[in-house]
């Protein structure tokens, strides 16, 4: 009667397979290693390319690497020791960035897990941890959308004041009044006619007219899609801008995340200077449009050291070298988008820019100008100039609209068009939390976390065995087995691994041994009233279900609600909890009654348990 | 072994009143003690920057507040942090501070005074918007468990259990935050979800007995609700402080290990256990009683699960 069908015995025995394996990686612990990434935003990472040269580099440089690996935006390589990884870091240093004032790689001493390759295949990864067990600096940062809005509307006064001029719309003035755009009339007649104008141009603009004084006006506010269409790009543009920053710290990992509608989150592990990373954090970058100069036989001679007056020599994308003038014809705040598309007519890929009507009469002019020629597109950071793309000048472009095309594949299109508008922060960016946690105080917390665990688990595992004796031990294998669901689930999944989420673990495991507990009565209880060992096996079990179940809930509805408000070190503490008390019901329900039943089962004439001493009062 | 050995039921709805007495009062305590001191809330919370640096060689204290009152810094709080060499600084925010550069600023000045040079271990900074949120979510947090918890109970037994195991265990809630308020414990976000993890965990022994309950009134007639609830508790009795112990080994095991970090959360939930028990067993149940739990009522309730069932 006490016996598991095949498939549950089965299926146990493939999850607690599964959960060792997935736990695993953890034992292996991590070896030093070296990362090299893109330090540019124009550069692409060419995994095998670069697996390639780094081999190239480690081996002229006699070093010895144990394996390289590849992913979307790195290549690592790892090593014995530490002493390797710091040569090895030189040489690889030496090989990639040539000039050492300009990298065009990121190279990061970094750990990486020792686990065998086919783990790292199967995705079994080590859990990871959170910035206050490996050390690190957390930034929160705060985008100002108001800034990002207002910021808009100012480029949006000048539109329309172009615009009420070229349809020859007389006006009294246009200005920002806050949120509000306003512009004033003298009569009716061009009131009504600069609405009808105005809204024949944009649809992001909402109307609103009045009269104030003597004077007629229309008050333009921003509607709510245009607005929200303002600062989702906003913050797109800010982090993508964060990225490149971010680069120039080698941090091997760092994390660049979205948190809500206008918050940033940044973490960089390892990372202790912290003044540096705020001065990264809070430059600008800025975009420059300059023309080429196509002088013959200037850029053979800027080639050889003698670069004409008056212009700079610059790389394109790709390595030809270009002759740039001084002069800037255009600055990135003239631009208030950059979108990847197609060419109308051709269907080739292109990046579509618009310009503000200031930026689009200095454009128009330009290009009127200067037929026939190209012009350079310029990212200017760190006081160093990269050109983004250098396309020739077709013919006059008016409008403000701007299209680059011309061999490009729409990747491409897509990169270039980040590239543009990451030049500068959307709207700026205050940091409204910051964390910083020193390396020696991580590895504190891990151990300090790790021995509570220990040895909480050590005292309930000799007290369950002392007083229920064999069920005492069924009840601590499954305790086991639930921690080590836990590890595998958390490992699987990658979240992310704080002190509270250890003390989570640890506090899950006393609430889990409940359970077991509440089991082991249950049989005591049906064996003190005269049940059969086997009958009171199962009734034990059957009857405990209930309660577990309700428990449970009630303990995970706490753990959901943390879940849902919690952010920061709560949210380590929830998810860990949630996880805890699923694993906590299939280890205490199913593992355990399958080993009971494995120890127990088959025996038909089962006369005692050893579950401890049953006592008995005498007036029954 | 076995620690319970119990002949009879143990009439405990006859001192039910008594319970209940010690109970309140204690709640009341915890009340006027929240009251008149107030939580001595972290920085998370308050918003401001608490830095930890760490010295080879006990610094004085003394030195760095007067240093730091040069700086500008006059309402720092200075002090001793785990051992003699270990120092932690709080800066509350104020307006017109550059927040965002107070840690390196702080570094700096501690770095100028003579002798043994700091290193930094840790440094929070927390801007006034995200406190008000932070306790905003803490406080949406507590009642989406007490919805969550009264909802569930109410469809698997009954509102009355519902009601009375939700009383008992807030009130565990407002003595654990007395408890922080008397001694000015620090009130941080660990401790926040202990506390609602606390919150959790005792429903939980709660859940357990009116389990017993239910059971009781279906299987032994002609008992009295009194007996029954002495019953179903004196049969729970021994698996209730066998699990409390268990869980409290391991909080204790965290207390004792788990740093400073650690302490709060693990002292937190220390008392939620403590109270937990008291709570579950002889205030939850005595209100169930007084809410006019019945045999009738149940069986009804019963019926109607089953037809669903069914």
């Not at chain 1, 269409?229 to 080698?250: D, M, S, V, Y």
């Not at chain 1, 704080?498 to 077991?516: E, Q, R, S, V, Y």
Request: include cysteine; charged fraction near 20%.
């Amino acid at each position: 009667m006490n016996r598991y069908p095949l498939w549950k015995n089965l299926l146990i025995g493939i999850v607690m397979l599964w959960g060792l394996i997935y736990t695993l990686p953890n034992f292996y612990g991590e070896v030093p290693a070296v990362q090299i990434s893109s330090g540019k935003a124009t550069l692409k990472l060419d995994a095998s390319a670069t697996i390639k040269r780094l081999e190239e580099s480690l081996a002229t440089a006699g070093i010895q690497h144990d394996g390289l690996f590849a992913d979307l935006t790195s290549v690592r390589a790892r090593f014995r020791d530490t002493d390797t990884q710091l040569k090895a870091k030189d040489a690889v240093e030496k090989a990639f960035n040539p000039d050492a004032t300009d990298p065009s790689y990121v190279v990061a001493l970094n750990l990486l897990s020792a686990s065998p390759q086919w783990l790292t295949a199967i995705h079994a990864l080590p859990m990871y941890l959170g910035l206050d067990l490996r050390g690190g600096v957390h930034f929160l940062l705060q985008v100002d959308m108001k800034g990002a809005v207002t910021k808009r509307l100012d480029a949006t006064t000048g539109d329309l004041r172009t615009l009420l001029r070229d349809k020859n719309v007389r006006h009294a003035g246009i200005a920002r009044e806050g949120q509000n755009v306003v512009i004033r009339f003298r009569d009716v007649e061009s009131q009504t006619r600069g609405h009808a104008v105005i809204t024949a141009s944009s649809n992001d603009l909402q109307l609103v007219d009045g009269q104030d004084g003597a004077d007629f006006k229309i008050t333009a506010t921003l509607s709510p899609m245009a607005q929200k269409t303002i600062q989702e790009f906003a913050i797109k543009q800010n982090i993508t801008t964060l990225h490149n920053r971010i680069n120039e710290l080698g941090v091997a990992e760092p994390v660049i995340q979205q948190q809500g509608l206008d918050r940033i989150v940044v973490q960089l592990p390892g990372v202790q200077d912290v003044a540096k990373a705020k001065d990264i954090l809070g430059r600008t970058a800025t975009l420059e449009i300059r023309l080429v100069d196509e002088t013959p036989g200037a850029l053979e001679a800027a080639m050889t050291g003698a670069i004409p007056a008056g212009t700079e020599l610059y790389n394109e994308r790709g390595g030809r070298p270009l002759l740039v003038k001084k002069q800037v014809v255009l600055t990135g705040e003239r631009l208030t988008d950059a979108q990847p598309g197609f060419d109308g007519q051709t269907h080739e890929a292109a990046v579509h820019l618009t310009l503000d009507a200031a930026g689009a009469r200095i454009f128009k002019d330009i290009t009127r100008e200067n037929i026939n020629k190209r012009m350079a597109i310029l990212l200017i950071e760190k006081g160093k100039g990269e050109v983004v793309t250098a396309p020739v000048i077709r013919g006059e472009i008016g409008g403000g609209r701007v299209q680059i095309s011309g061999r490009m594949s729409s990747e491409e299109a897509t990169d270039t068009a980040l590239l543009l508008r990451a030049g500068s922060l959307a709207a700026p960016m205050e940091i409204i939390e910051e964390r910083t946690i020193g390396p020696s105080l991580g590895a504190e917390n891990i151990s300090k976390g790790f021995h509570s665990t220990l040895w909480g688990f050590v005292a309930i595992a000799v007290f369950m065995c002392l007083y229920y004796m064999l069920f005492g031990m069924v009840s601590v294998i499954a305790l086991a087995s639930n921690l080590l669901l836990l590890v595998a689930l958390l490992s699987l999944l990658q979240a992310t691994l704080t002190l509270p989420g250890i003390a989570a673990i640890a506090l899950t495991l006393g609430m889990a041994i409940d359970a077991n507990v509440l089991i082991n009565e249950r049989i005591r209880e049906e064996l003190r009233n005269g049940s059969s060992p086997q009958a009171a096996i199962s009734a034990g079990y059957d009857r405990a279900f209930d309660t577990i179940l309700d428990s449970n809930v009630t303990t995970l509805i706490a753990g959901v609600a943390l879940l849902v408000f919690g952010s920061g070190p709560v949210r380590g503490f929830a998810v860990v909890h949630c996880l805890g008390i699923l694993t906590s019901m299939f280890s205490a329900l199913l593992v355990s009654r399958g080993l009971v039943n494995l120890i127990y089962g088959k025996r038909r004439k089962l006369e005692k348990l050893a579950i401890g001493q049953i006592w008995k009062a005498e007036a029954n | 072994m076995e620690f319970f050995r119990i002949r009879k039921d143990i009439p405990f709805m006859k001192h039910a009143l008594v319970f209940n007495v010690i109970s309140l009062v204690t709640f009341l305590l915890a009340v006027f003690f929240l009251a008149t001191k107030g939580l001595h809330f972290s920085v998370e919370f308050t918003g401001g920057t608490l830095m930890e640096a760490s010295y080879t060689e006990a610094p004085q204290l003394e030195k760095i507040r007067e240093t730091l009152g040069k700086e500008g810094y006059q309402d720092a709080q200075v002090q001793n942090f785990g051992s003699a060499r270990d120092v932690l600084i709080r800066l509350p925010n104020r307006e017109g501070m550059e927040t965002g550069k107070v840690s390196e600023k702080v570094m700096a000045s501690l770095n100028a005074i003579e002798g043994h040079k700091p290193e930094m271990r840790r440094v929070e900074f927390v801007g006034p918007q995200v406190g008000k949120e932070l306790a905003s979510d803490g406080a949406m947090a507590l009642l989406l468990v007490i919805g969550g918890i009264v909802l569930y109970l109410a469809i698997r037994f009954e509102w009355r259990f519902a009601v009375s195991a939700i009383i008992a265990n807030l009130h565990d809630v407002i003595i654990i935050l007395g408890f922080f308020a008397l001694f000015q414990w620090e009130f941080s976000l660990p401790v926040l979800a202990a506390t609602l993890a606390v919150l959790g965990y005792s429903v939980n022994e709660s859940v357990v007995i009116f389990d017993r309950v239910r059971e009781t009134f279906k299987k032994k007639r002609g008992l009295s609700t009194p007996e029954v609830l002495d019953h179903a508790i004196t049969s729970t009795i021994s698996r209730t402080i066998i699990t409390h112990g268990s869980t409290q080994i391991m909080v204790l095991s965290m207390l004792l290990f788990g740093g400073e970090t650690l302490y709060y959360f693990s002292l937190a939930l220390t008392i939620g256990i403590c109270f937990g028990i008291y709570s579950s067993v002889l205030v939850a149940s005595p209100l169930v009683m007084w809410l006019g739990v019945s045999r009738e009522q149940f069986m009804q309730v019963k019926k109607e699960k089953q037809e669903i069932v069914v």
